[in-house]
């Protein structure tokens, strides 16, 4: 296993396109993870997934943003009519969550998303 | 939901040790420290995480007090790709994933 992917690594879109990004986990990894960062801050917690249910959305996840994990696999995070608001680095990650305990992330590169 | 506290910026030299405080107040008792590395343009690295006491791995320890209102990274004999931001992230893995906030990390500068 190579850890997490994401594709694409870089994405220059026009401001009121449409983009999505795709994210493949760890294989055993039941949970998926989606975060946001912009330069100078930490991550921001967008939305997660188990298996194919996505349990929870954070606030800063407008109705633009759309996330999906159809096959409990890979999972994509689309943004409509991007704002150039948008531009940032759009991580994913996955965990096993056993429920035994606590356990890490394991992030992957990201897709740096650029709004002009 | 646990605040956590870091300095911004640390700089060093090279082979030396570095401790990296983290300050979390209101750490609950089913709170985990986790502690990760990033390196410009890529994800986040886990690099140790524990609950009480001392974990070690093979390249860092984490040192938690008996109150655990915090924690310090250490990093034995840095290196020039040492040079990192660091986080402390502070939780429960197995609850809301909204309530665990990355910070701005510590920016960690190793000089020659």
């Known amino acids: 296993d190579t850890g997490v992917s994401q594709d694409p690594r870089h994405k220059i879109t026009k401001r009121g396109q449409n983009v999505t990004f795709r994210c493949d986990p760890i294989s055993e990894h039941n949970r998926l993870y989606w975060y946001r960062q912009t330069l100078g801050q930490g991550p921001e917690f967008l939305t997660y997934?188990?298996?194919?249910?996505?349990?929870?959305k954070s606030r800063l996840l407008s109705d633009r943003f759309s996330a999906e994990r159809p096959k409990g696999s890979f999972s994509t995070l689309e943004i409509q009519r991007t704002e150039q608001g948008d531009s940032a680095m759009y991580l994913c990650?996955?965990?096993?969550?056993?429920?035994?305990?606590?356990?890490?992330?394991?992030f992957g590169s990201g897709t740096r998303l650029t709004v002009v | 939901l646990a605040k956590t506290t870091q300095p911004i910026s640390m700089d060093s030299y090279e082979g030396q040790e570095v401790n990296i405080t983290c300050s979390h107040n209101n750490i609950a008792t089913n709170d985990y420290i986790t502690w990760y590395q990033q390196f410009p343009s890529q994800g986040p690295r886990f690099i140790i995480q524990g609950y009480k006491t001392k974990v070690t791995n093979e390249v860092a320890s984490l040192f938690i007090p008996a109150d655990r209102k915090s924690s310090t990274l250490s990093l034995p004999r840095v290196s020039l790709s040492d040079t990192a931001v660091y986080y402390c992230?502070?939780?429960?893995?197995?609850?809301?994933?909204?309530?665990?906030?990355f910070g701005k990390g510590t920016k960690l500068s190793v000089k020659p």
């Open positions: 990650a996955s965990s096993l969550a056993s429920g035994a305990g606590n356990y890490g992330y394991t």
């Open positions: 997934f188990q298996n194919e249910a996505q349990l929870e």
């Open positions: 992230l502070v939780g429960d893995f197995g609850g809301s994933q909204g309530n665990l906030i």
